[in-house]
């Protein structure tokens, strides 16, 4: 056992890889030059700016899935209903970032463990039974990524730091989610029975190919990696 | 890279830490990959979009599920995750005194690519955590020892998380045991029984002997010497006197300690038992640099005993013979009669330090004071037990018993037992002060 890989370029990462791999304060997932900003600007809260600003991000995110614009429309129940939705943002919304460690095996200390989760899923499942117009379409799935990208950034180290610092995940991910945008408004909808069966093998194909494609990448590396190590002559044990 | 104090600790601790109560050791974890939170974060919408796309028919909300699908992907193992790991910790220092810092280090080896070390640890009970740093693949923990006593250190529970942080593996390294000695309390003062044993030591006897203490003048006899006529004396009286000098004796000294039970104060949350203990410790380590000998016997459930020795190195010695005697607590009454004799000599001066809350240690005392031996009883007080404002019968009950305190103590003094008081806070000197006026005399046998 090695604590460092055989090649060079294996090592070079490790060492990268180490470098971040302690815990980071909540403000380590701004830039230097905005932390530095936000410092002068807010000196004291600089610490608890970005968990109030995934907050904020997680209100919003409530307040379009509701589909503001028709509250009105849905009298005091649905002005009802805005509101639970707002008490329990404010409750799950902010961030969780205690260690995964098992503290109980009761369902509340589950659920407050989880709760990020709980709230964005919460969020899709409100706006996936809403009927929003197009431009509430946009903002709620551009509203949830940035709120799952800023989650990562805080709770899960380093690699969601790097994450958002390189920028290539979230610009795919837009991407990703523009492209099924545009194509969702295409007018192929016929309004036939096999059409969401159609649509479900199609996921389900999409996510298959993807999962084969990773499994076929992962054991290729690892049974050439383990042929590396076998050639190696480096010491296997510190 | 060094992290911050308060918030690394609070994240590798999972929440508040009290010495007192210190959490259970978590279950051993699993030795297989699991999903992380993000990892479960991202499915589970993703999961969740696609289906509720599928349920109500709208395609847009695949939108909502393809920017979690592709954080996945672009996550998702390669061939870098380690697929052997394994944890050794190393602890250079296991014996220290209270307030002192432990470091204790876990070297991580594994194969493969690590994106982050997230560490954890649930540590035992005397011992704080401090600080947690995470180097490479070491990872350190800083304790800060608080109370006395042979604790394990902890177990640390290291999560690794693969280059995507979709996926962590927890490896567990045991911190082992370490001794944490009481800080002895400051303590300058060796007050000494009238008798002392015919011993060379440092403490001016009342003996008259080879001493530099001035004892008094005698008439000249056949052989003394003429450098010790003491001319003033001889010119007065017309016949020639010799100076007489004190004896200087060492002493023999033997701690008792009270372990039949733990009382802690209400009001201050101090133990009785931990306060005993450094006092047992500060007494001892004066009379050791005073080249006195000092043993110590404790009672409890288990009789532990060390024969009375000397040297700067047997303070450890009584120190570790007490070092469990927490485990100690129990309802059995030793019998004093069963001490070995090397560990009770005759004569030797018997600090007695309890709290005076266990009637069992009074009939340990009316057996050292029929042996003979001067004793001196350093009380511990437990403090006043709580008492609501307005309850008057409350009131009544907390004058009763103070009152029965106050007769505890009238009647240890009545037969010829010193009782002082040291509340743990403070030099040990100004409680033991009083004992200096005069030795401490034993019942003769």
Known sequence: MSEHGSDTAHEHEHAQADNDAAPLPSSAALPPNMHAFLARMFPGRVNTLPNDAVLLLGVALALAAVDPTKLGSRGPVGWLFALAALVATIWAAPVVSRRPAAQSVRLTSQFARHRNTVFAVGCTIVAGFSDPPVWLTVIDAALLLAYLLAVDALAAGPVGVRQLRRGTAPLSALAAVAIVLLAAQAPVNSGAVWGRIIAALAVAAAATAAGAALWIRQTAGQSSRAGREEASTLPRHR | ?445
């Open chain 2, 1 to 445: 890279m060094a992290a911050p104090g308060g918030e690394a600790v609070r994240r590798a601790l999972g929440g508040p830490q009290s010495v007192d109560a210190p959490a259970e050791p978590p279950q051993a974890p699993t030795e297989a990959w699991r999903l992380t939170e993000r990892a479960l974060r991202l499915s589970s919408v993703a999961l969740a979009a696609a289906a509720v796309a599928l349920i109500s028919g709208r395609a847009w909300m695949l939108a909502l599920a393809a920017g979690p699908a592709v954080l996945l992907a672009l996550g998702a193992p390669r061939s870098t995750r380690p697929t052997r790991v394994g944890a050794r910790a190393v602890v250079p220092v296991r014996r220290l005194f209270e307030g002192e810092a432990i470091a204790a280090r876990v070297d991580l080896a594994f194969d493969g690519l690590v994106g982050w070390i997230d560490p954890g640890v649930a540590p035992g009970p005397g011992v704080e955590l401090a600080a947690v740093e995470v180097s490479g693949p070491v990872v350190t923990f800083s304790f800060v020892a608080r109370r006395w006593g042979r604790w394990t250190l902890g177990v640390a529970d290291i999560d690794l998380h693969d280059a995507g942080g979709l996926g962590r593996r927890t490896v567990r390294a045991q911190l082992g045991d370490v001794d944490i000695y009481p800080m002895p309390a400051d303590s300058t003062l060796t007050p000494i029984p009238t008798r002392l044993p015919n011993r060379l030591g440092e403490h001016t006897a009342r003996q008259t002997g080879d001493g530099f203490e001035f004892a008094g003048v005698r008439p000249y006899t056949w052989g003394d010497r003429q450098r010790r006529i003491h001319w003033p004396s001889t010119t007065r009286r017309g016949e020639i006197q010799i100076t007489q000098f004190a004896a200087e004796r060492a002493a023999d000294t033997v701690v008792l300690l009270d372990a039949f039970g733990d009382v802690r104060d209400p009001a201050t949350g101090r133990s009785t038992l931990d306060d005993s203990v450094r006092a047992a410790a500060g007494i001892a380590r004066t009379y050791l640099r005073s080249h006195d000998r000092v043993g110590v016997v404790s009672v409890g459930g288990r009789l532990r005993w060390l024969q009375p020795g000397t040297g700067g190195g047997y303070l450890y010695r009584i120190v570790e013979t007490v070092l469990e005697v927490r485990r100690d607590l129990g309802y059995h009454t030793p019998d004093i009669d069963h001490v070995p004799t090397p560990a009770l000599p005759n004569g030797a001066l018997v600090y007695a330090i309890t709290p005076l809350a266990d009637d069992r240690i009074l009939d340990v005392l009316r057996d050292l004071a029929e042996r003979g031996n001067p004793v001196v009883v350093v009380e511990i007080p437990t403090g006043d037990p709580r008492v609501e404002p307005g309850d008057e019968a409350a009131e009544f009950a907390l004058r009763l018993w103070r009152m029965d305190r106050e007769a505890l103590r009238f009647s240890l003094v009545e037969r010829g037992i010193p009782v002082v008081a040291w509340d743990g806070s403070g030099e040990l000197d100004l409680a033991l002060a009083p004992l200096l006026r005069t030795g401490v005399r034993g019942r003769a046998r």
